[in-house]
């Protein structure tokens, strides 16, 4: 498989390229984090979703198996930067991968999403209306194949493979380790498709809970 992951520099999208290694293509957008993505056995690609064009991300997309949209402003950016990346850059990647013919696409998203933000700032105000139109954009395309998985409160501990994954789960918190493992599993699974997860820590083997979800 041939996997593009916007966001490429992430931390879930670089715990995912690890497991594709040859099969992912990282995008980035500052050179200088090329080497990061290649170190776990992935290729990189410098590209700018906040300037690029439909066209030069289809160029890169054509031939692929399926795009992973983990791209994020990022913690310390405004709101402005939530609708530009967190919005924007995802409506940017789902025109050129229809435009690509690449028609599975998983976004991820966060918890909270689809809702009015409870608490919080301007900024996560924005980020959750950001996050919240980027799907609402998705479930208008029909020629995709999308996925939306809502993660919860991401942490770095070491994954357990086990999961709670649901329309609608309890607040909590994941491992990013765990949401690469679910993202891996999706890819696995097309009749996940055009259906909205929430995702926290649980008792279920994450390869057992994707597969009753089809």
């Known amino acids: 498989m041939r996997i593009i992951i916007a966001g490429g520099h992430g931390k879930i999208a670089l715990r995912l ?6 099969g992912a293509v990282g995008l980035v957008r500052n050179p200088a984090h090329v080497a990061d993505v290649e170190a776990t056995g992935a290729q990189a690609v410098v590209c700018d979703l906040e ?33 530009t990346v967190d919005r924007g850059a995802s409506v940017l990647m789902a025109d ?29 105000a924005a980020y959750i209306a950001a996050k919240t139109a980027a799907e609402d954009d998705l479930r208008r395309r029909d020629d ?3 996925t939306i998985v809502r993660p919860g409160r991401l942490t770095d501990e070491p994954g357990t493979g ?17 949401v690469a493992a679910v993202i891996m599993a999706l890819l696995d ?16 083997p994450v390869v057992d809970l994707v597969a009753t979800n089809e």
Do not use: C, H
Request: net charge neutral; aromatic share 4%; charged share 25%.
């Open 96 to 124: 050129a991968a229809e435009r690509a013919g690449v028609r599975r696409f998983i976004q991820i998203s966060s918890m909270g999403a689809g809702k009015p933000p409870a608490g919080g700032d301007e900024v996560w």
């Open 144 to 146: 995709l194949a999308w």
């Open 162 to 178: 086990l999961v709670r994954l649901a329309p609608e789960v309890p607040p909590g918190a994941v491992p990013r380790d765990d």
């Open 51 to 83: 300037t690029a064009s439909v066209e030069q991300v289809a160029d890169i997309l054509r031939g692929a198996d399926a795009v992973v949209f983990a791209a994020g402003a990022g913690p310390g950016s405004g709101a402005a930067r939530k609708d």
């Open 189 to 204: 699974n097309p009749g996940t498709a055009r259906r909205t997860y929430e995702l926290v820590s649980g008792d279920t």
């Open 17 to 22: 390229a690890a497991r594709l290694r040859e």
